[in-house]
């Protein structure tokens, strides 16, 4: 933990360099086992049996950035509204409504079908965490240090507890625990009721990747250069890899492996029960994004301007896209 603060401030200035950058795919396909994903949703509190809402970072615990729903074929605006900062963080759209925060230090509550601002609730800085929505609450991280937990129809405060450092990371909620990452360097896992901490695990360089949770475990990056794997229950490390630079991507769980990427430009896929690794590919620069998985594929994001399209069994380009900018 001290060492990991006493070079906080040499970060800083990179942690702002990067922070308008990170675009995350959520490209659309289909998925061998929807019955699965309703079944996820049904347990993190959302309601309609009907429609697939996309209740936090990554639509999904395992953040597999996939949903069966439709997506658009046209890129017509169906509405806007303005708020009062610059948006970076993705949002969670859950029982009709768009949960969002801003650098304009607020979180906010949209109505889904026309953007009228329902709510705000007002923290003590930048909000670049993305929200997760689960039974009535909104859970997110701000750059004040804390993690908030907001009652989802009012913006009331429920609960807010305080790391040691400003906060990128987008939380996870699973099993009635919040999980979230820290520029502190640690792991936190709290009562979603009540916000007490039940653990915390401390990597070697702070954390701006989110959580994925699967078979009771959560699977994390670090600025150490390392993937972790620990036991959601109490904390403890299962196994860690070890990447060639800092791990700024969030993992996506699926068909026991984990996807990630590095700044050594190179996306994994390592066991998830093991931490062995499966395959790697290697992209023309830093891999900032983080992995979509689906029908067997991954698609991630380069800053060598490309969308890749990867073989989830072996790693193999299926294609790539070129975009205008880093992606």
Request: aromatic share 12%; charged share 10%.
């Amino acid at each position: 933990m001290q060492n990991c603060l006493w070079t906080k401030g040499l970060v800083w200035g990179i942690i702002v360099l990067f922070v308008g950058a990170s675009v995350i795919p959520s490209l659309s396909g289909n998925i061998e086992n929807i019955n699965e994903i309703h079944r996820k949703n049904e347990q993190q509190g959302v309601s309609s049996s009907t429609t697939d809402w996309w209740p936090m970072y990554g639509h999904d615990v395992s953040h597999s950035h996939y949903s069966p729903s439709l997506a658009p074929d046209t890129n017509n605006i169906l509405w806007s509204t303005n708020i009062g900062g610059w948006v970076n963080p993705s949002p969670a759209v859950a029982d009709g409504k768009v949960y969002i925060g801003s650098y304009d230090h607020k979180v906010y509550c949209l109505d889904a079908s026309t953007g009228a601002k329902i709510w705000n609730y007002t923290t003590g800085n930048f909000v670049h965490s993305s929200p997760a929505v689960a039974n009535g609450k909104v859970y997110i991280g701000s750059y004040d240090n804390k993690v908030y937990c907001l009652n989802a129809a009012t913006g009331a405060k429920v609960w807010d507890y305080t790391t040691g450092h400003v906060l990128m990371s987008s939380p996870t909620v699973a099993d009635g625990k919040v999980y979230i990452g820290s520029n502190d360097c640690n792991v936190y896992c709290l009562n979603a009721l009540t916000g007490a901490k039940v653990w915390n695990y401390t990597t070697g360089f702070i954390i701006t990747s989110s959580p994925s949770v699967a078979g009771g475990k959560v699977y994390i990056g670090s600025w150490d250069g390392k993937v972790y794997c620990l036991n959601a229950a109490t904390g403890a490390k299962v196994w860690n890899y070890t990447t060639g630079n800092d791990v700024y991507s969030s993992p996506a769980v699926a068909d026991g492996k984990v996807y990630i990427g590095s700044y050594d430009h190179k996306v994994y896929c390592l066991n998830a029960a093991t931490g062995a690794k499966v395959w790697n590919y290697t992209t023309g620069n830093f891999v900032h994004s983080s992995p979509a998985v689906a029908n067997g594929k991954v698609y991630i994001g380069s800053y060598d301007h490309k969308v890749y399209c990867l073989n989830a069994a072996t790693g193999a380009k299926v294609w790539d896209y070129t975009t205008g900018h880093v992606l």
